[in-house]
């Protein structure tokens, strides 16, 4: 059913550069004109982005009880990958068990770790530019919110 740490990673870091981080932390303003904070972003460096990995991963798995649901939900919305929607729409909570299951062994320190210093060599200047959005995703102190900030993010990924 779930894709490998390295794949979900790759969706998140990927995913958490689209502008709909701002509508889905829950501002309906248009995003602000650039800052001299926000272009510091710009100038996020690889390492900075591979400890925003890190930390949104660990964050996933202190969230595990509201991500992997959500992640199950969003995956099976968009059908990525393909047969998710069926398996979902009849057996939800197995679904949703057998991700938590690979999810406990694709979320452990190492594995996190292995999966974002292997990404620090792929980031983009569009992850860089971004980095204030993953930032403000992570600063959500609920799980709820935490999860309703970066699910939009990844669903926009998952519609590709």
């Known amino acids: 059913m779930t894709r490998s740490l390295a794949h979900l990673a790759h969706m998140i870091v990927l995913s958490l550069a689209a502008p709909l981080a701002l509508a889905a932390c829950g501002t309906t303003d248009a995003a602000p004109a650039p800052t001299a904070k926000s272009q510091k972003a710009s100038t996020a460096t690889d390492a900075e982005l591979q400890q925003l990995c890190v930390d949104t991963f660990t964050r996933n798995r202190a969230c595990t009880d509201v991500y992997i649901p959500a992640l199950v939900d969003a995956r099976a919305k968009y059908d990525k990958p393909a047969g998710i929607a069926a398996e979902v729409k009849t057996n939800r ?12 062994t694709d979320s452990t320190d190492e594995a996190i770790a292995t999966v974002c210093t292997r990404m620090a060599q792929q980031f983009t200047d569009e992850d860089r530019a971004d ?30």
Do not use: N, Y
């Open 93 to 104: 909570d197995g679904v949703i068990a057998q991700a938590k299951q690979e999810w406990a």
């Open 131 to 160: 980095a204030d959005t993953v930032r403000g995703c992570l600063a959500q102190t609920e799980c709820t919110a935490f999860v309703s900030c970066t699910m939009p993010i990844f669903e926009k990924h998952f519609a590709k």
